[in-house]
């Protein structure tokens, strides 16, 4: 507010963002719990209703994570300057703030939140950093994978609506690591995509095609999000996967991994991507003829990865979505 001499309007009219004081004084913060309700009376200024509701409930838990933790200062500028490097380590084509959201559970948490299950409904997993717009079109039963990536795996199913129908023109993309656990991205020599391709379901929704067995592998580990999991006791593996996001008109967009079962580390995934259901049995098929047939060109035997894709229609997403939420806020403590 303004002192006597001067009057609201001139005090306004100095302010550089443009926004006018308060017509409210608020209290000296002389106690600890004054700055947080302070800062709770200025967010009740906040003119868009989601930022205010969003703002205040994250002032409340981090200003009592602050209290309940007797965080020492020392211990706060350390947290400031991790997250600065944890900025610092971001590029065009990294981005460590998204890995820090891996690893602390946010990015899995947001996604099981947005994609509650839905009944007989393919569950979503995160989709990490390693997706990338120039994966090549495939024809069914082409390959993704460039002979001698890895071990031969046939990946096949229907892509279908929960209700049962075969969904017809569904666009899958698909990728995953070559047998030394690296996606393409990671080459130094990357001409062009590899064990990566966009393939379409046809009237049926049968979709399939040639891959390699994926391997388990190391999220980076040479930035601040490695040195926290250094700090914390944490390994930084994957479970071996095969990334499959899928789209079709009117359906919810699936983004999602199948996890072959026998991974050690299906139960300790760094980033807090597998779900039961999408943990899978890849068959052994030793049979020559049967390998040559499907087109892998040194025969022998190959691992078959058969899952149908079950998509939630948009509507019934959205509204699965939004019950979830009404419960949540429901359930929660006041
Ligand atoms: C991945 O599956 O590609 C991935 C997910 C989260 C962090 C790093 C990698
Ligand atoms: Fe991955």
Redesign the pocket.
């Given at each position: 507010m303004s002192t006597p001499e001067q009057s609201t309007s001139e005090v306004n009219k100095a302010i550089p963002n443009g926004i006018a004081v308060p017509d409210f004084d608020l209290p000296f913060p002389d106690k600890s719990e004054i700055i947080t309700s302070n800062l709770l009376k200025l967010i009740d200024l906040t003119p868009n209703e989601r930022h205010k509701s969003i703002f205040k409930n994250l002032v409340t838990h981090i200003h009592q994570f602050i209290n309940e933790t007797s965080i020492t200062t020392e211990e706060w500028m350390n947290t400031v300057q991790f997250l600065t490097r944890v900025g610092q380590t971001c590029s065009p084509i990294r981005q460590e703030f998204i890995?820090l959201s891996?690893v602390l559970g946010i990015s899995a948490l947001v996604d099981s939140l947005n994609n509650p299950p839905v009944q007989g409904a393919t569950e979503s997993s995160?989709l990490?950093?390693?997706f990338t717009e120039d994966a090549p079109d495939v024809e069914q039963g082409d390959s993704i994978a460039s002979e001698g990536s890895g071990q031969y795996m046939y990946v096949e199913g229907t892509i279908k609506s929960i209700h049962g129908d075969p969904i017809e023109n569904a666009v899958i993309e698909t990728w995953e690591t070559n047998d030394h656990g690296f996606y393409d991205v990671q080459y130094k020599d990357r001409e062009k995509a590899d064990c990566r391709g966009r393939l379409r379901t046809g009237k049926d929704g049968k979709y399939g095609y040639r891959a390699v067995v994926p391997i388990a592998y190391p999220?980076p580990g040479d930035g601040p999000v490695g040195e926290l999991l250094i700090a914390t006791g944490r390994h930084n593996m994957?479970p071996n996967?095969l990334?499959l996001m899928v789209e079709a008109p009117g359906y919810r967009k699936l983004v999602t991994?199948l996890y072959p079962k026998g991974d050690d580390f299906l139960q300790s995934d760094a980033?807090f991507?597998v779900k039961k259901s999408l943990v899978v049995d890849l068959e052994d098929v030793n049979d020559d003829a049967e390998a040559r047939r499907r087109g892998f060109p040194k025969g022998g035997s190959f691992k078959l990865l058969h899952f149908d894709v079950t998509l939630v229609p948009e509507v019934e997403a959205e509204k699965a979505r939004e019950e979830f939420a009404q419960l949540r806020s429901k359930n929660a403590p006041a």
């Amino acid at each position: 507010m303004s002192t006597p001499e001067q009057s609201t309007s001139e005090v306004n009219k100095a302010i550089p963002n443009g926004i006018a004081v308060p017509d409210f004084d608020l209290p000296f913060p002389d106690k600890s719990e004054i700055i947080t309700s302070n800062l709770l009376k200025l967010i009740d200024l906040t003119p868009n209703e989601r930022h205010k509701s969003i703002f205040k409930n994250l002032v409340t838990h981090i200003h009592q994570f602050i209290n309940e933790t007797s965080i020492t200062t020392e211990e706060w500028m350390n947290t400031v300057q991790f997250l600065t490097r944890v900025g610092q380590t971001c590029s065009p084509i990294r981005q460590e703030f998204i890995l820090l959201s891996d690893v602390l559970g946010i990015s899995a948490l947001v996604d099981s939140l947005n994609n509650p299950p839905v009944q007989g409904a393919t569950e979503s997993s995160v989709l990490g950093p390693f997706f990338t717009e120039d994966a090549p079109d495939v024809e069914q039963g082409d390959s993704i994978a460039s002979e001698g990536s890895g071990q031969y795996m046939y990946v096949e199913g229907t892509i279908k609506s929960i209700h049962g129908d075969p969904i017809e023109n569904a666009v899958i993309e698909t990728w995953e690591t070559n047998d030394h656990g690296f996606y393409d991205v990671q080459y130094k020599d990357r001409e062009k995509a590899d064990c990566r391709g966009r393939l379409r379901t046809g009237k049926d929704g049968k979709y399939g095609y040639r891959a390699v067995v994926p391997i388990a592998y190391p999220i980076p580990g040479d930035g601040p999000v490695g040195e926290l999991l250094i700090a914390t006791g944490r390994h930084n593996m994957r479970p071996n996967h095969l990334h499959l996001m899928v789209e079709a008109p009117g359906y919810r967009k699936l983004v999602t991994s199948l996890y072959p079962k026998g991974d050690d580390f299906l139960q300790s995934d760094a980033v807090f991507g597998v779900k039961k259901s999408l943990v899978v049995d890849l068959e052994d098929v030793n049979d020559d003829a049967e390998a040559r047939r499907r087109g892998f060109p040194k025969g022998g035997s190959f691992k078959l990865l058969h899952f149908d894709v079950t998509l939630v229609p948009e509507v019934e997403a959205e509204k699965a979505r939004e019950e979830f939420a009404q419960l949540r806020s429901k359930n929660a403590p006041a």
